[in-house]
């Protein structure tokens, strides 16, 4: 079973803020979690990671709350270039990730 | 720096046939594992192989194996193919736990 839950889907507008949460509420204390996207079912691409703190690089943010049962992924100026699915996913430290369903962003002009 | 290589990225095998898929991680990496992606269930893992050995193991039946060499390249075989074998897979690799984990661009199996 997945351990992370996505909603299916979302729009966003071009150059707003893109908002993408995630709940993995049975996550364990050596559980990163990583966000990764997927376009036309190419490679997933990796775009941040964390285990406790807030993460910024120059593609995301990622929060995530104290009691790390959730995170939020922030695309901070969406183009149409950023459309595609989304998942967040979890990583015991063996690099075995566990993949829901993910969620599918619409950037629209 | 290269990225994760995946070959052959495109194949088409006959049920009942093996194949054998191939991936070299980024350099410097010594963590590989593999995923498959079907429209059905989504990404799954397979399994990891770190050194030469495998850590990690999903829930996939025999006929799927996989092996590390030396070099940290790695290949995975599928024997006895069977159509719901027809998936994207995609090779990932990272330096250890808890590291950055980037993936190849997959390879497409198709079995007819």
């Known amino acids: 079973d997945a351990k992370t839950t996505q909603p299916p889907s979302m729009d966003c507008a071009e150059g707003r803020a893109a908002n993408l949460p995630c709940n993995h509420s049975?996550?364990?204390?050596?559980?990163?979690v990583y966000w990764y996207r997927q376009i036309h079912s190419q490679g997933p691409q990796y775009i941040i990671h964390?285990?406790?703190n807030n993460e910024t690089n120059e593609m995301a943010s990622l929060i995530i709350t104290e009691d790390r049962k959730s995170s939020t992924l922030i695309l901070p100026h969406a183009t149409l270039r950023d459309t595609a699915v989304y998942y967040c996913?979890?990583?015991?430290?063996?690099?075995?990730?566990?993949f829901g369903g993910g969620t599918r962003l619409m950037v629209k002009p | 720096k290269a990225g994760v290589t995946q070959t052959p990225r495109y194949l088409i095998k006959t049920r009942g046939q093996q194949v054998t898929l191939s991936c070299s991680p980024i350099?410097?990496?010594?963590?590989v594992s593999w995923y498959q992606q079907t429209p059905g269930q989504g990404l799954q893992f397979l399994f990891e192989?770190?050194?030469?050995?495998?850590?990690n193991k999903g829930n996939f039946p025999g006929r799927f194996s996989g092996r590390q060499f030396s070099n940290s390249r790695s290949e995975m075989n599928v024997s006895t193919l069977e159509l719901g074998d027809s998936a994207l897979y995609l090779c990932?690799?990272?330096?250890?736990?808890?590291?950055?984990?980037?993936f190849g661009e997959g390879s497409w199996l198709t079995v007819v």
């Open positions: 049975t996550i364990s204390g050596n559980e990163y």
């Open positions: 990932a690799s990272s330096w250890d736990g808890g590291n950055t984990i980037y």
């Open positions: 964390g285990l406790k």
């Open positions: 996913t979890l990583n015991n430290a063996g690099n075995m990730l566990t």
């Open positions: 350099s410097g990496h010594r963590s």
């Open positions: 192989y770190f050194s030469e050995t495998q850590r």
